[in-house]
């Protein structure tokens, strides 16, 4: 695909998460972080497994820690996770096909604050038992330029931004929704409306296609694009982008590692193909090899082909390596 479009691409292969812990005894090494800084885009698999769940309680030995010190150490602050149905995959949803067919939106997560990152974060000790504490913190900064690049996007599109908070009940969503409100003004061209992440959660099942934009803070995003994936009829079908103010970007598929498949041939691959889509789109400034690699998955799945995970009765199942090569095919 690259050299079809004329990209001369360089693989540099590195070992994070539960296979770097292995290898050198930490999840996210240094010179790792350092090779993923020089480099103009990242694409990322799935780290985990039971086998490391609960290995050390040093949070350098958790798989996670891995992606989390990528994250904060790149500057990736904006998780952008498009939801779009496929006509062909409208009738796999967990919905009818007339509440998902269209749908069409983005969300953008803000990624490197909240409550994964704010400090304190502990478990300890008292007298009447253990207690653990998670700390939720953002500043002005932080929402401003998550908002900012919702904004911009919207513009791109259709033109309207949702920002999900909990506004009624966190002091941090009441100022999440004052920022917000203020940068809206920056964009007159931009509608601008604010739903409570309960009553959004709702309205995402009752009414995707109304949603264009929506921009929320990290836990709720985190929680939200899950549910959002079920439109689009299972996880293994949506990719994702993390981006911060340059074009350095890294990219993965929503899905977790699936230990309990892993090594079987049964996977999605769909998710990380147009994962590397989104690569070429945002890093790399290939609009036009990005949408040739969406049309080949989109043919692949009109052509009736699905991975166990997003079949019905009576359609032609395939393993991960089929699959691949289905999409390869029609990329030919």
């Given at each position: ?9 360089t693989?540099?292969?590195?070992l994070v998460?539960?296979a ?5 005894g930490i ?9 993923c ?11 985990g ?11 350098e030995?958790?798989?996670?820690s ?5 994250r904060?150490?790149?500057?990736l602050?904006?998780?952008?996770r ?5 006509a ?12 998902v067919?269209?749908v069409?939106?983005m969300?953008?997560r ?11 974060k502990?478990?300890y000790?008292?007298p ?17 330029r998550?908002?900012v690049?919702?904004?911009e ?7 309207q ?7 009624n ?6 100022l999440w ?9 920056r ?17 995402l099942?009752?009414?995707p ?6 921009v929320t ?11 959002a994936s ?5 996880l293994?079908?949506?990719p994702?982008?993390s ?11 929503v ?22 889509a ?8 290939r609009?036009?090899a990005?949408q ?5 998955v ?35």
């Open positions: 695909m690259a050299a079809g479009s004329g990209i001369a691409v693989f540099t292969e590195e998460g539960g770097s812990v292995d290898a050198y999840a996210l090494r240094p010179q790792t972080l350092k090779l800084k020089a480099a103009d885009a990242i694409l990322f698999g799935a780290v497994g039971p086998k490391w769940d609960d290995a050390a309680p040093q949070s030995l958790r798989p996670g891995a992606l989390l010190g990528l904060k150490g790149l500057g602050f904006a998780n952008l498009p939801v779009r149905v496929d062909a995959m409208a009738s796999t949803s967990v919905l009818r096909p007339e509440r067919r269209g069409d939106l969300v953008v803000e990624l490197t604050g909240g409550l994964y990152f704010s400090k304190p502990r478990r000790d008292t009447r038992g253990r207690a653990a504490v998670d700390t939720m913190r953002y500043s002005e900064p932080e929402i401003e998550v908002a690049r919702a904004f996007l919207a513009q791109r599109r259709r033109r931004v949702c920002s999900v908070d909990k506004a009940v966190l002091e941090t969503s009441r929704r004052t920022v917000v409100s203020g940068i809206a003004v964009y007159p061209d931009v509608a601008c409306t604010h739903l409570l992440v309960d009553a959004f959660a709702m309205e099942l009752r009414r296609q109304a949603f264009d934009v929506i803070e990290n836990l709720f995003g985190d929680i939200l694009t899950d549910e079920m439109l689009a009829g299972a293994g079908m949506l994702s982008a981006l911060g103010e340059g074009r350095l970007g890294l990219y993965e598929p899905h977790g590692s699936a230990p309990d498949i892993a090594g079987k041939d049964v996977a999605n691959p769909i998710g990380a193909i147009l994962s590397a989104m690569l070429l789109r945002w890093s790399l400034n609009d036009d990005a040739t690699i969406e049309r080949a989109s043919e692949t799945l009109g052509a009736g082909l699905r991975t166990a995970d997003i079949a019905s009765d009576g359609q032609t199942v395939v393993g991960t390596r089929a699959m691949t090569e289905a999409v390869l095919k029609a990329l030919a």
